[in-house]
C-alpha cells in the first residue's frame, strides 16, 4: 500500500513498544552475588505491581485502549528487570514474558537486533536498564509528542519509568533508529 507521492502508507494498525526501566533495585548484590543478581526494593514490587494492575483495568489503561497493550513482555535475565517484568505481566493476564541475557547491558541498536527476531503481532513491552532504555527512547524517537519532526529530546527513565512509541513499521522485522513516535511517557506512582 502506498500513500502520497508514492511513499509507503503507515499501517492500519500500527505497532506499538512499550520500554519499561525495571523498578526500584537494592543497591548491593546478595552475599557473594553480581549485580545481575540485584532485586526488587518493596517501593520496587509495589511500583511494577501497580502499573500491571492499571494496564490491565478496563477503562483506564494509560489511555490506551486494549489492542495497544502489550501481547508480549520481553525481559533482560537480571533479577531486578525480570520481577519487574513479571509483576507488570501479571496484571495483564495471558501474556508471555520472554527473558532474553543479551538485553542486560545491551546498547540501543543490540535491542533492536532483539526486536526484529519477534514472531508476534502487535504491541511488545521491553523491560531493560539504563542507560539503554532511555537511549533506546531517544533514538528511535524521531518525532516528539505531537508529531513535529525533530522535536524529540533525550528521554529520562527514573525507575519503573515508562515510554510508549508507535513505530512506523509495519513488522518488528523492519524497526530501526528514528522508526517511532514518542506516544506517552509515564511514572510512579501508578
Known amino acids: ?58 477503562g483506564d489503561r494509560l489511555g490506551f485502549d486494549e489492542r495497544s497493550l502489550p501481547r508480549l513482555v520481553l525481559s533482560s535475565t537480571a533479577a531486578r528487570a525480570a520481577q519487574t517484568a513479571e509483576q507488570v505481566a501479571a496484571g495483564l493476564p495471558g501474556v508471555p514474558v520472554v527473558h532474553r541475557r543479551s538485553l542486560y547491558g545491551a ?48 528521554v529520562k527513565l527514573a525507575t519503573c519509568a515508562l515510554a510508549v512509541l508507535e513505530l512506523t513499521v509495519a513488522s518488528w522485522s523492519e524497526v530501526h533508529m528514528g522508526s517511532a513516535s514518542l506516544l506517552a511517557r509515564h511514572a510512579p506512582p501508578y
Open 1 to 58: 500500500m502506498t500513500g502520497p507521492a508514492g511513499q509507503a502508507a503507515p499501517p492500519e494498525h500500527p505497532l506499538t513498544l512499550w520500554v519499561l526501566r525495571h523498578a526500584k533495585a537494592v543497591h548491593d548484590p546478595p552475599a557473594g552475588g553480581t549485580d545481575h543478581e540485584r532485586s526488587l526494593t518493596r517501593r520496587g514490587r509495589r511500583d511494577a505491581s501497580a502499573l500491571g494492575r492499571r494496564l490491565g483495568q478496563p
Open 107 to 154: 546498547a540501543p541498536e543490540e535491542i533492536l537486533a532483539e526486536l526484529r527476531t519477534l514472531d508476534v503481532d502487535g504491541p511488545v513491552m521491553v523491560v531493560g536498564h539504563n542507560p539503554s532504555a532511555e537511549g533506546l527512547v531517544s533514538a528511535m524517537s524521531s518525532r516528539g509528542p505531537g508529531g513535529d519532526k525533530g522535536s524529540a529530546r533525550p
